[in-house]
């Protein structure tokens, strides 16, 4: 057992399995959390009765938050480590780099990753833990009883609406999805290729998979705040 990880933990193929392995959790919860939010749709009652769900059952929800906390910190670790590691055995750098099979999403991976964590920051930030000075709308999603419903649960589809009607905060969301979902682009299909899951013969599928999957993503997150933007929810 001791064995198994030191060569997780200290060996590159490990770290590849680790990156792989909290990548895919990662990805599942991605999808997860936008099953959640497009209960929007669905009106008041629908997305106010999931949030309380969530709200109300703490010995489900901090389990969860920790582990999520734990599989994104390894994520970060095992991709920063095998980042450095690919610099400094190659301490000198091309003269000249033509970056012919890369794709762009490949090559924007760090920076990306970096970018979206500090919008998930932001997010959790505004949304979670509701902190009145980031969402710019000058109203406290916390106050009662504008922001609760008539059964006392907190009224999620009112605190979107809000939030989300200040262009300033959807426009930060849609860009920290688009990247997101850039980095989930690349992300599945190397995912896929260090769990060895990614056979010669259908490995080109699995990657358009991974390209399509993002946009649908894409797509499902943006669809609330574009909503709220057009007037089409109010």
Excluded at 54 to 80: D, K, M
Excluded at 107 to 123: C, E, K, L, Q
Excluded at 144 to 165: C, L, Q, T
Aim: proline letters at 4%; charged letters at 10%.
């Amino acid at each position: 057992m001791i064995s198994f990880f030191r060569n997780l933990f200290c060996s590159s193929l490990g770290k590849k399995y680790l990156m792989a392995g909290t990548g895919l959790m990662l990805f599942l919860f991605v999808i997860g959390h936008m099953a959640g939010n497009l209960q929007f749709f669905l009106g008041p009652e629908a997305i106010n009765r999931y949030g309380h769900f969530l709200q109300s059952n703490v010995e489900l929800l901090w389990p969860v938050r920790i582990v999520l906390l734990g599989v994104v910190a390894l994520h970060i670790w095992s991709a920063t480590s095998l980042t450095l590691a690919n610099r400094a055995a190659r301490p000198v750098a091309y003269q000249q780099w033509e970056p012919t099979a890369a794709t762009y999403a490949s090559r924007t991976m760090m920076v990306s990753g970096i970018i979206v964590a500090v919008f998930i920051v932001y997010h959790l930030l505004h949304y979670t833990a509701m902190v009145q000075a980031v969402n710019l709308t000058g109203k406290d999603f916390n106050a009662k009883p504008e922001f609760f419903d008539a059964e006392g649960r907190h009224n999620i589809y009112k605190m979107m609406v809000v939030g989300f009607s200040q262009p300033l905060v959807s426009l930060f969301y849609i860009v920290g999805v688009g990247l997101l979902c850039l980095h989930l682009s690349h992300g599945a299909s190397a995912m896929w290729q260090s769990l060895g899951w990614k056979k010669r013969p259908y490995g080109p599928c699995l990657d358009r998979l991974a390209v399509c999957g993002a946009g649908v993503i894409f797509l499902g997150y943006i669809s609330i705040p574009i909503s709220i933007l057009l007037g089409w929810i109010k």
